[in-house]
T-cell receptor, first 110, second 115 residues
Framework: EDKVVQSPLSLVVHEGDTVTLNCSYE??????LLWYKQEKKAPTFLFML????IEKKSGRLSSILDKKELFSILNITATQTGDSAVYLC??????????FGQGTRLTINP | DTEVTQTPKHLVMGMTNKKSLKCEQH?????MYWYKQKAKKPPELMFV???????INESVPSRFSPECPNSSLLNLHLHALQPEDSALYLC??????????????FGPGTRLTVL
C-alpha cells in the first residue's frame, strides 16, 4: 500500500529556533514530492522536488530529496510566529494522484 | 496568477437538501481535483478531471456528483448528505500534463456542515 509518513506529528519551538521536518515515502510509480503549508484553509505550495540531492531554497525555508533512501526534509531557520502551520508532504504518484502524509503541526512560541 | 477560487466559503445544509460547490481557475490548467479534508487529517482525493473528462473517482458515494462544464469550472453537486460528510472541501488545479512536474494549486475551500 502506498504511504507517506511525516515526523514529528507535532512540534513546538521558540521563535528563532531552527526546525527540521521529515517525510518518508513508499509509493509505486513515484514522480515528485511536494511540500505544502496549511494554515486555516488552503494548502499553499512551497516546493516541488524531483531530483535527488538538489536543495531547493526560498528565504528561510529549504528542502532536499533523497530518492535512494526515500525521504525528504524541510528546514526552517530563524523561525517566526508566522511559520506556525501544518506542513504537508505529498507525493505525486502516476500522472495525477497526490498521496499526502498526515502533516506536521508546527507551533512557534514568541 | 496562481489563484483557484471556491464558493461558497461556508455552507450549512440539511440531509434532504441539494446544494452545489463551485470552483474556478483561470490559469489555463486542464486538470482539476476535488478533495475532502476532515479536521486534523490530510486532504483525501475524491475526483480528478482531466481535459474536462472524469479520470479518477476514488470510490466516492453517489451522493457526491462532480461536473466539469468547461476547462475553467468544476462543480460538486451534493444531495442527501450525511452528518459525517461535514468537512472542508478543497478544489485544486494543475497543468494537466502527464509529467512529474504537475504541481497542484489549491483553492481556499468550502467548509461544509451537514445537520
Amino acid at each position: 500500500e502506498d504511504k507517506v509518513v511525516q515526523s514529528p506529528l507535532s512540534l513546538v519551538v521558540h521563535e528563532g529556533d531552527t526546525v527540521t521536518l521529515n517525510c518518508s515515502y513508499e509509493v509505486t510509480n513515484f514522480r515528485s514530492l511536494l511540500w505544502y503549508k496549511q494554515e486555516k484553509k488552503a494548502p499553499t505550495f512551497l516546493f516541488m522536488l524531483t531530483s535527488s540531492g538538489i536543495e531547493k531554497k526560498s528565504g528561510r525555508l529549504s528542502s532536499i530529496l533523497d530518492k535512494k533512501e526515500l525521504f525528504s526534509i524541510l528546514n526552517i531557520t530563524a523561525t517566526q510566529t508566522g511559520d506556525s502551520a501544518v506542513y504537508l508532504c505529498a507525493v505525486i504518484q502516476g500522472a495525477q494522484k497526490l498521496v499526502f502524509g498526515q502533516g506536521t503541526r508546527l507551533t512557534i512560541n514568541p | 496568477d496562481t489563484e483557484v477560487t471556491q464558493t461558497p466559503k461556508h455552507l450549512v445544509m440539511g440531509m434532504t437538501n441539494k446544494k452545489s460547490l463551485k470552483c474556478e481557475q483561470h490559469m489555463g490548467h486542464r486538470a482539476m481535483y476535488w478533495y475532502k479534508q476532515k479536521a486534523k487529517k490530510p486532504p483525501e482525493l475524491m475526483f480528478v478531471y482531466s481535459y474536462e473528462k472524469l479520470s479518477i473517482n476514488e470510490s466516492v458515494p453517489s451522493r457526491f456528483s462532480p461536473e466539469c462544464p468547461n476547462s475553467s469550472l468544476l462543480n460538486l453537486h451534493l444531495h442527501a448528505l450525511q452528518p459525517e460528510d461535514s468537512a472542508l472541501y478543497l478544489c485544486a488545479s494543475s497543468h494537466g500534463l502527464a509529467q512529474h512536474t504537475d504541481t497542484q494549486y489549491f483553492g481556499p475551500g468550502t467548509r461544509l456542515t451537514v445537520l
